[in-house]
T-cell receptor, first 115, second 115 residues
Framework: AQTVTQSQPEMSVQEAETVTLSCTYD???????LFWYKQPPSRQMILVIRQEAYKQQNATENRFSVNFQKAAKSFSLKISDSQLGDAAMYFCANRGRGGSEKLVFGKGTKLTVNP | NAGVTQTPKFQVLKTGQSMTLQCAQDMNHNSMYWYRQDPGMGLRLIYY???????DKGEVPNGYNVSRLNKREFSLRLESAAPSQTSVYFC??????????????FGEGSWLTVV
């Protein structure tokens, strides 16, 4: 089975502070991708960061970085220097690599950024 | 602008009515997806298509049918709408290889209400 679990329905952070969003997953695929997507009130899905499972180095994109723990099947997102524009729903997602097209999302975490 | 186009954007149906949500992408992508998004449930995969002429069930396929008649278009049909199908529906597509292969492009969503 392919599942993605986000255990934090809501999180809040002060502007300029750091926040970490949690995600765990389960998959039968031997190789796969993991993603974090942002969904602002406009509902459009925006790719924040992606991680290839075979790469041990954690992905980073400017203020966004991940902590990928493959053995624990954990994939958390760290947002540094939080900005008001970071407020959104954040979704963790998983897709198999090498043929599988099934892309599964978690239930999401609503992030509030306080000024 | 290139991207994923969904129609209609808003629709109200009566219980038992049928309708088709249309989705088209102009990026020559092989993979296409249909999701529904409900409060507290995140994005749930209904059906997906790895290529023209092929479709596979996702997490919540009951009550829906899909059609991938050509590479551009992937339609979702509700044969007999039920109030439980009230949701926001998202179509998405994905390219293959390199950066494009990891990027999912979403449509703007279709708001469906079944009364």
């Amino acid at each position: 089975a392919q599942t993605v679990t986000q255990s934090q329905p809501e999180m809040s952070v002060q502007e300029a502070e750091t926040v970490t969003l949690s995600c765990t997953y389960d998959t039968s695929e031997s190789d796969y991708y993991l993603f974090w997507y942002k969904q602002p009130p406009s509902r459009q899905m925006i790719l924040v960061i992606r991680q290839e499972a075979y790469k041990q180095q954690n992905a980073t994109e400017n203020r966004f970085s991940v902590n990928f723990q493959k053995a624990a099947k954990s994939f958390s997102l760290k947002i540094s220097d939080s900005q008001l524009g970071d407020a959104a729903m954040y979704f963790c997602a998983n897709r198999g690599r090498g043929g599988s097209e099934k892309l599964v999302f978690g239930k999401g975490t609503k992030l509030t950024v306080n000024p | 602008n290139a991207g994923v186009t969904q129609t209609p954007k808003f629709q109200v149906l009566k219980t038992g009515q049928s309708m088709t949500l249309q989705c088209a992408q102009d990026m020559n992508h092989n993979s296409m997806y249909w999701y529904r998004q409900d409060p507290g449930m995140g994005l749930r995969l209904i059906y997906y298509s790895a290529s023209e002429g092929t479709t596979d069930k996702g997490e919540v396929p009951n009550g829906y049918n899909v059609s991938r008649l050509n590479k551009r278009e992937f339609s979702l049909r509700l044969e007999s709408a039920a109030p439980s199908q009230t949701s926001v529906y998202f179509c998405a597509s994905r390219g293959t290889g390199g950066v494009a292969g990891n990027t999912i492009y979403f449509g703007e969503g279709s708001w469906l209400t079944v009364v």
